[in-house]
């Protein structure tokens, strides 16, 4: 026991003494907290709208009031010509060119069915998917108040009202922000642990001080401990320290408990640094090691439904997220903070988490050897 | 020097792939016997001690060291042993009492025996002044006497040096050599490797490698007489050149 | 030249016998692709749902069984009990619950009119919002389709989806990952090889010898260029003959325009160098001044318009902003060089910024 507080002593007298990490540690949350929120909007607003109306008619004047109108729509251009307003979309000036036929009216009105033509812009998918169909609802609407005009008071719809009340639950200012702050939060932790803890135990690798450790009659597990530790309590820090920053930047308070958040982080920054010790054994300069957790990190973000959602993903990917650490932590982070999830709601992720842990770290306790 | 025997290596081999890096050397170590083994580079001295030191496995042939067996005992081994490379032995970021109470706390020493040895060791070394100050700042020499004197700290029954006293200027070379004929003479065994042959003649016994086998083991005026040299070094000569492991 | 040849070999062989490093300097772009463009959407679907049926009547029936096949919505739980509702949400189970009340049916005859509400999780708010859309779309439609009896009118919409026709969302991603390799792979490395030399201090005995200072600058650069060219070929093949993403436009335009972007990586790379002797630091500046940015402001991730001004004023400084713009245009678009000329005049100016910039720094350095 003595050994491991001699051992943990030297440890944060030298992580401390490291100016790289402290400012890191510092300005990294900070950085990430203040930019990634602000960037990662995928709120889609200002869709540009240049129209080409080949009707000029009443009723054709009337659709392209009536999208102007909404401020979701911003009207760029009005054209007479398609190959003019297509430039425009080419240079991404518009989003969406929406194209009235001649004839719209007399269409409508003769046979009771006409046609508009759109044409999005989908490099941007998200954009275009909501984009469009945001138009496609206006259109609609404007269709329905079309029929309303026309139609007579009895008989027509009759059984045809079904209206559709939209409620949100647990985030009805609809902010983005306050979606993406939890997850930036579990990315923040997952780079602390993973990364710094695998650069440490490689630059002692490189310097060749695992050598004289070594030699002497430290434990293995003594060593491990070592240095799991004092990056365990770091990234309990970070978190608080991103929490904090959330509070006071973004007014994000989590619905539920801090304690809850607490029991869940700390197995899961178990398994991260289990994960930097196995890219340490793999990495021989910190050039390797940065490069290695770099890489593996960069995936299981990208998988961990933090940008974009798992159910969307094909079913083989969906089954890589269920290894993936990541995944788990943002679940949590997101139900606890916005839904105020209990411990009980999320026992499922604790036992799996500790059970990624308790692997991890154990192969990389049984596969340290001091005698190679 | 009595003839107690402390280390004790027999066929010890290391093999990496088809490569044998050490053949099956065999020797003893007397308790308080300051023991040189020298060898060009490549020749596998390096290889061979870090398999006395627990560092790397043999790949076969046994070893006692300090009464313990190499292949069963390496941790009680540890407990018994002191170590110093030239590459590294302390912590560059830590001061010197960080170091000493790190060492001093690793090896099992407690907090007023820790706090004892620290003042003696900065008296002796005339550090003093020095105590708080980080180890990198120090000139090398400095840096490898107090690394000596650490791995001398929980006195250890044998100590291995590994080339302590490369790139450090002749005085504080001989003032190093002090400090290591008094730890033999306290009945610390020494086994050092050194490529400076003047060293060798400080030693009590010498063994030369080539090539991954013992080619010579005896006292520096034995060998001396045996290969009709005026020097170490040109025994030493003698023997590298027969060498086909060149370093080049 | 001969002598510059001999560092050129030399710094290969660090490259090259670094296996591992070059295994996930070539192995990225590959994961990046597969992973952005097979795993990651934008595109809503099997949204798992819950519906509470408490009419459980001929309409409701239908109008569940039209949602439930629908590819965006996996109907996983059917709910009972008002609490059970709660629980749904609470236990992350599902996004969206419909609910029906018990009378719908026979509201819908009597008085024309009832009402399903749709209640949705708004953690995410953009698959809230759509989820909600596809949902009402369904319901409206069922409504339509179970009405087409009298003259209702009707306006049509026929929707043309251009340049990425299957709103997959790797058209965006694929520029967007070949800008990011880049940055990793030159300005990266060779910003962290050149230090690595300095603090290894075997640049100084380089400097000692005959060879012109920059000339060894230029010499550790060029794996990392020869590198990233394969890379880019690598993910432009990947990009046509795995994602099926075909390249619109003129593909000499395309490579020029990508290795102009890894002169302007390599020298902001040289430039990192000479801002510091530590390989840590170097590290962290790569990170923080390089990478981040690219991948959070160049607007491959994230739309740079929906940013503050602040951070759009910024993403003008990022030069992977500027590659993206062309790339895009280019290769997604197939627009021709009239179109970007202006942003690779900018990209042109930034690259030799960079390297005068570094040139000047190192030339005081080493004085």
């Given at each position: ?262 029991v869940f982080a700390a197995a899961y920054l178990l398994v991260v640094?289990g994960l ?24 299981f973000?990208?998988?961990g439904g933090?940008?974009?959602?798992i ?7 969906q089954v890589v997220t269920w290894f993936n650490p990541v995944t788990y932590f943002i679940e949590v982070m997101?139900m ?7 411990l009980?709601d999320i026992k499922g992720q604790i036992v799996t988490v500790l059970l990624m842990a308790v692997v991890l ?12 | ?248 | ?90 236990s992350g ?275």
């Amino acid at each position: 026991m003595r050994a491991l507080r001699i051992l943990l002593e030297k440890e944060f007298r030298q992580i401390f003494r490291n100016p790289a990490i402290l400012r890191l540690m510092f300005m990294v949350p900070t950085v990430q907290l203040l930019i990634l929120p602000h960037a990662a909007d995928f709120e889609v607003k200002n869709v540009n709208v240049c129209v080409v109306d080949f009707d000029h008619s009443p009723y054709s004047q009337r659709l392209v009031a009536k999208i102007t109108s909404t401020d979701y729509f911003q009207l760029v251009a009005f054209t007479d010509s398609y190959d003019k307003a297509l430039r425009y979309l080419a240079k991404d000036q518009a989003d969406v060119v929406l194209q009235i036929p001649e004839g719209f009216e007399r269409s409508l009105v003769k046979e009771d069915e006409t046609k508009v033509f759109m044409a999005v812009n989908a490099v941007n998918g998200v954009k275009a998917g909501l984009g469009g169909a945001y138009l496609q609802g206006v259109v609609a609407d404007f269709n329905r108040e079309v029929r309303v005009e026309w139609s007579q008071p009895q008989g027509m719809n009759a059984q045809h009202a079904i209206g559709v009340e939209a409620i949100n639950w647990y985030n009805p200012l609809m902010n983005y922000k306050t979606f993406m702050v939890p997850g930036i939060l579990v990315i923040l932790v997952t780079m602390v642990g993973g990364f710094l803890s695998a650069l440490n135990i490689v630059k002692e690798k490189e310097v060749g001080t695992i050598e004289q450790i070594n030699v002497t009659p430290i434990r293995k597990y003594h060593f491990v401990l070592g240095k799991l530790i004092p990056f365990w309590i770091l990234g309990l820090i970070i978190l608080t320290i991103g929490f904090t920053i959330a509070w006071v930047v973004y007014g994000i308070v989590p619905v539920g408990s801090f304690l809850t958040i607490y029991v869940f982080a700390a197995a899961y920054l178990l398994v991260v640094l289990g994960l930097g010790l196995g890219v340490s054994t793999l990495a021989n300069t910190q050039q390797q090691a940065m490069l290695i957790s770099f890489f593996i990190m960069m995936i299981f973000i990208l998988l961990g439904g933090l940008f974009t959602s798992i159910d969307s993903m094909p079913f083989w990917a969906q089954v890589v997220t269920w290894f993936n650490p990541v995944t788990y932590f943002i679940e949590v982070m997101r139900m606890v903070v916005l839904k105020g999830s209990t411990l009980a709601d999320i026992k499922g992720q604790i036992v799996t988490v500790l059970l990624m842990a308790v692997v991890l770290n154990g192969f990389a306790v049984l596969n340290y050897r001091k005698r190679s | 020097m009595t003839g107690e025997i402390v280390i004790s290596a027999r066929d010890l081999t290391k093999r990496f792939g088809d490569f044998t890096a050490v053949k099956a050397i065999t020797f003893d170590v007397m308790r308080g016997e300051i023991f040189g083994f020298l060898g060009a580079n490549g020749a596998g001295k390096t290889t061979a001690m870090r398999m006395l030191c627990g560092l790397s496995l043999p790949t076969s042939g046994t070893a006692q060291i300090a009464g313990f067996d190499l292949a069963t005992g390496s941790e009680r081994i540890k407990q018994n042993i002191g170590y110093m490379s030239q590459k590294f032995s302390l912590y560059d970021d830590l001061t010197i009492t960080e170091n000493i109470r790190f060492y001093g706390g690793i090896y099992g020493l407690t907090d007023k025996e820790i706090k004892d040895k620290t003042r003696q060791m900065l008296g002796t070394l005339h550090l003093e002044d020095q105590a708080k100050t980080i180890t990198k700042a120090l000139p090398l020499g400095w840096k490898q006497k107090v690394a000596f004197s650490v791995a001398m700290l929980h006195q250890p029954r044998i100590v291995f040096l590994d080339e302590p006293t490369g790139g450090v200027d002749p005085v504080t070379r001989r003032e190093f050599w002090t400090m290591i004929y008094e730890a033999a003479n306290s009945g610390t065994t020494v086994f050092v490797t050194t490529h400076y042959m003047d060293e060798a003649e400080y030693c009590d016994r010498v063994s030369i490698m080539v090539d991954g086998s013992i080619e010579a083991l005896d006292t520096p005026l034995k060998l001396k007489e045996q290969f009709e040299s005026s020097s170490m070094e040109n025994v030493f000569i003698q023997l590298a050149r027969k060498a086909t492991r060149s370093n080049a | 030249m001969k002598q510059f040849l001999f560092f050129v070999q030399k710094e290969f062989y660090h490259v090259w016998r670094d296996k591992r490093t070059m295994f996930i300097l070539f192995g990225m772009p590959v994961v990046q692709i597969l992973i952005f463009g097979f795993a990651l959407t934008n595109e809503v679907k099997n949204a798992r749902i819950a519906v509470w049926d408490q009419a459980n009547d001929k309409i409701s029936r239908g109008i569940i069984d039209q949602i439930g096949g629908s590819r965006y919505f996996n109907i996983g739980m059917n709910l009972n009990r008002e609490d059970e509702l709660e629980q749904a949400f609470q236990s992350g189970k599902v996004k969206m619950a419909i609910v029906f009340p018990s009378d719908f049916e026979s509201a819908l005859i009597h008085n024309n009119q009832a009402t399903i509400q749709l209640i949705a999780d708004a953690t995410d708010p953009n698959v809230a919002t759509t989820l909600a859309n596809y949902a009402t779309a369904i319901i409206m439609d069922y409504q339509t389709s179970r009405g087409r009896i009298q003259q209702i009118p009707a306006i049509k919409t026929e929707v043309r989806m251009l340049y990425n026709p299957q709103l997959k969302g790797s058209y965006s991603f694929v520029p967007g990952v070949m800008a990011l390799v880049l940055m990793l792979v030159c300005a990266m490395m060779t910003s962290i090889s050149i230090v690595r030399e300095k603090e290894m201090g075997t640049m100084e005995v380089i400097l000692v010898s005959p060879i012109v200072p920059i000339r060894v600058v230029i010499a550790k650069m060029v794996p990392y260029f020869l590198l990233s060219a394969i890379n880019i070929c690598s993910i432009l093949l990947m990009s046509v003959f795995v994602l099926d993403v075909p390249i619109q436009g003129n593909l000499l335009l395309v490579v020029s325009e990508c290795l102009l972007f890894t002169i302007t990586a390599l020298a902001f790379g040289l430039l990192i160098s000479s801002l510091t002797n530590s390989q840590q630091v170097a590290m962290l500046i790569s990170l923080m001044g390089l990478f981040l940015p690219t991948m959070l402001l160049s607007g491959f991730m994230f739309p740079v318009e929906n940013m503050p001004v602040p951070l759009q004023v910024i993403s003008n400084v990022v030069p992977a902003k500027w590659f993206y713009i062309i790339s895009r245009s280019v290769m997604i678009k197939g627009l021709s060089f009239d179109y970007v000329w202006k942003e690779t005049l900018i990209l042109a100016g930034m690259t030799l910024f960079f390297m005068l910039l570094s040139v000047k720094k190192f030339k005081t350095r080493l004085e």
